[in-house]
């Protein structure tokens, strides 16, 4: 395992974060990339390096290719290689559909959907002939409706579909593609929903399983599709729900 590496996007905070933290914990050196929360990017690469693990801050929009580019440049030159990709950086306008405007559109599609296609392009060059691992992280909204999810639901519905091309494309290259779709959290990210309080509370009292999801939850998920027991799931989106996308 020594030397491995993983890149994850929007690593700073929030289930990101919990990821890098986790890969690290395995033994995977780290690329934490971020887009504004500079602190929280050096306080997560602080807590990684006390690990003994080497740790790549980054600062890049993702919905920039060229930003991408550059992000990517900087990793072959740290590390030289790349094993894992976690495309968790997501962003969006929380409005209904008859409010937005075309920037809301480009906006939440570039960073949702547009950089994994152009993040993968770039990761699978630094990829090892034994392989490697791409999981993205989606959401409910992709299949369901949500009020004022309209970019974002469309985005991680666009971003589901480009799994299954590069897991169909990739698999001769032995990278594995994969999603994760995770429930409502009660993470930092929710704090901009404006029906917040209603989402948590149809969590709380619907879920099948008797809780909300947690971040650790999710992370569970990405570290069993990064692992050799994953190899033969390939395009999938594993809902990480509690069963609450099965009811009304």
Not at 73 to 87: A, M, P, S, T, Y
Not at 88 to 115: D, F, Y
Not at 146 to 164: C, H, P, Q
Not at 219 to 246: A, E, Y
């Amino acid at each position: 395992m020594t030397n491995k590496v993983a890149l994850v996007t929007g690593s700073s905070r929030g289930v990101g974060k919990a990821a890098a933290m986790a890969l690290a914990e395995k033994g995977y050196d780290i690329v934490i990339n971020y887009a504004r929360s500079k602190k929280a990017a050096q306080e997560t690469a602080a807590q990684i390096e006390e690990m003994g693990r080497k740790v790549l801050i980054v600062r890049a929009n993702v919905g920039d290719n060229e930003k991408i580019k550059s992000m990517f440049e900087q990793i072959k030159e740290h590390f030289g290689r790349l094993d894992v990709f976690i495309n968790n950086a997501a962003s969006g306008v929380l409005r209904p559909a008859m409010e937005l405007e075309e920037s809301h559109w480009n906006w939440t599609m570039n960073i949702n959907s547009k950089a994994l296609l152009f993040c993968a392009q770039e990761a699978v060059k630094l990829m090892p002939e034994e392989g490697g691992r791409i999981v993205s992280i989606s959401s409910l909204g992709s299949i369901r409706y949500l009020d004022n999810y309209t970019t974002v639901g469309v985005s991680k519905a666009a971003l589901e579909a480009l799994t299954r091309y590069l897991a169909v494309e990739l698999a001769p290259r032995k990278i594995v593609v994969n999603a994760v779709s995770g429930g409502a959290i009660d993470t930092e990210a929710l704090t901009h929903f404006p029906n917040r309080e209603e989402l948590l509370e149809d969590a709380r009292s619907k879920t099948p399983a008797g809780r909300m999801v947690e971040i650790d939850d999710l992370v569970k998920t990405i570290l069993f599709l990064v692992s050799d027991d994953s190899s033969m799931i390939c395009g999938q989106t594993i809902i990480v729900d509690g069963g609450r996308s099965l009811l009304v």
